[in-house]
């Protein structure tokens, strides 16, 4: 028998993201998000939402801008600093050692050091409740050659990217591939009649 646990934001996995955004002196700002996800495929889209409390949401409603940089494990501590400060108070990219770099077609700061980055230009802003959700079209994604893999895109394998389980506030790395899509799922196609 299931239990029921009541309207929860309990979709498991979730992305571990740092969110690059310029603040309004010029500096660069990052914040760490895990609210978010592909949302179109044409155009290339993603949304993720932040509390208007934050910094990052006043700076993309003023730059229509930012980058979202995929954590790995080795940068995890970096990026739950960069969740649990804000910048109004502080330069995470200093606290951290990180190195900001500029995006070349959007305006908003990359995570150099990060070997995944995707510039975004806001595309739509909807109210939710506590959060604002922000549609960003992708314009480009920047990644280390090494870990491309397959078609030239990235591999999870050689990524390491991290994700979180909301509530219990953990992170996890990802396993091992366990199948290739739209591939494993074959033996259940009914045969057409010929």
């Known amino acids: 028998m299931k239990k029921s646990l009541g309207p929860n934001p309990l979709v498991y996995p979730a992305p571990v993201w740092v969110i690059g955004t310029y603040n309004e002196d010029g500096s660069a700002n990052i914040m760490t998000a895990a609210w978010g996800g592909i949302c179109c ?4 889209c993603l949304a993720v939402s932040l509390r208007e409390a ?5 700076n993309i409603l003023r730059t229509k801008a930012f980058t979202v940089n995929i954590v790995t494990e080795q940068f995890l501590e970096e990026a739950d600093y960069c969740g649990i400060s804000t ?3 502080t330069d995470k990219f200093a606290d951290t050692g990180l190195t900001s770099e500029r995006s070349t077609v959007v305006d908003a700061p990359m995570i150099k050091e990060f070997p995944l980055n995707l ?4 595309k739509d802003v909807v109210e939710v409740g506590l959060h604002t959700q922000f549609i960003g079209e992708i314009i480009d994604v920047k990644a280390l050659e090494s870990i491309l893999g397959e078609q030239d895109v990235p591999d999870v394998d050689l990524l390491h990217p991290v994700v979180f389980s909301p509530v219990v506030r953990k992170y996890h790395s990802l396993g091992e591939t366990i199948g290739r899509a739209f591939d494993i799922g074959k033996k ?5 009649n010929k």
């Open 54 to 58: 934050t910094q990052t949401h006043t």
């Open 119 to 122: 510039e975004c230009r806001l």
């Open 188 to 192: 259940f196609r009914r045969k057409e």
């Open 87 to 89: 910048g109004r108070n």
């Open 41 to 44: 495929s044409k155009p290339p």
